[in-house]
């Protein structure tokens, strides 16, 4: 993979199954990850600003087992202000956080411990009512989640709530997984036997181009139940037998595309 962007904000992630060359420029507010499984060359005219993160990581593409996977299966899409914004997540130690305004400037970035499964990544403190974007990514020494969120932030004393339009139920509101089986026209997969007793096969049957992908199982509340990373090949082989029966949904992912399936263990 030979790379030549310049990133201005956002997280981006670039994995190559052997080696990745850039000549990119970071700008501020961007976050990027490099994964290469050989070699990672920064060439003359790669740069890195001043504010912004940057990763580079040799990994093994042989499809790694995550031991105790992060788990974030619900959160809310609201800030109180001074109240905050807050998640409730397993497994996780650490957490990255950048907040913008909509209108794209950062209005507020930290880094922090998590000591239980519950943090506050924000106070929303000093800000204006409005809707915001939050840039989070959760850590632990096994594995790590990124994702960007919507988030409104509002009064939430009583009868500021109404004052600024909202219902007193959407301050309570949760954001769930929403599992469904999806079909992608670039990637797609298939799952056999299904139903099965927990061993299973799970084999890709549309690829526009074979990059490192992810498999994750989710029980319907969507609890994630396990997590395989950095596989590059056409097929690999489950095993689950410890499953209680059920409904399950499997989530392949690569790069920026998903496909979603479910089994059923009997």
């Not at 201005?8 to 976050?31: D, M, V």
């Not at 031991?67 to 807050?86: K, R, V, Y």
């Not at 411990?113 to 915001?132: E, K």
Request: glycine share 6%; proline share 5%; charged share 10%.
């Amino acid at each position: 993979m030979n790379l030549t962007h310049t990133i201005s904000s956002g997280e981006s992630l670039y994995q190559a199954t052997n080696n990745i060359e850039s000549t990119s420029i970071i700008q501020q507010s961007a976050t990027v990850k490099y994964e290469a499984g050989n070699s990672i060359n920064l060439k003359p005219g790669f740069e890195a600003h001043a504010g912004s993160q940057f990763h580079a990581i040799i990994e093994n593409f042989n499809c790694v087992m995550v031991p105790n996977p992060i788990n974030l299966a619900a959160w809310t899409n609201f800030a109180c202000i001074g109240g905050g914004l807050n998640f409730n997540i397993t497994n996780a130690t650490n957490y990255s956080v950048k907040i913008y305004s909509i209108a794209g400037p950062l209005v507020y970035s930290a880094n922090g411990a998590i000591v239980d499964n519950f943090v506050t990544v924000w106070s929303a403190s000093g800000v204006a009512p409005g809707t915001y974007i939050a840039n989070i990514i959760f850590s632990s020494p096994h594995d790590e989640i990124s994702n960007s969120y919507s988030i409104l932030v509002m009064p939430c004393k009583s009868g500021e709530v109404e004052a600024f339009g909202l219902e007193d139920n959407q301050k309570s509101s949760i954001v769930l997984y929403n599992f469904q089986e999806t079909n992608n026209n670039q990637f797609d997969f298939s799952v056999y036997p299904n139903p099965n007793d927990g061993n299973f096969t799970i084999r890709l049957i549309e690829v526009e181009e074979m990059k490192p992908y992810s498999v994750q199982i989710f029980n319907p509340l969507g609890v994630l139940i396990s997590k395989i990373e950095h596989c590059n090949t056409y097929q690999i082989n489950v095993n689950h037998t410890n499953l209680p029966l059920g409904i399950y949904f499997i989530k392949l992912t690569m790069g920026n595309k998903i496909s979603t399936k479910k089994i059923v263990i009997q």
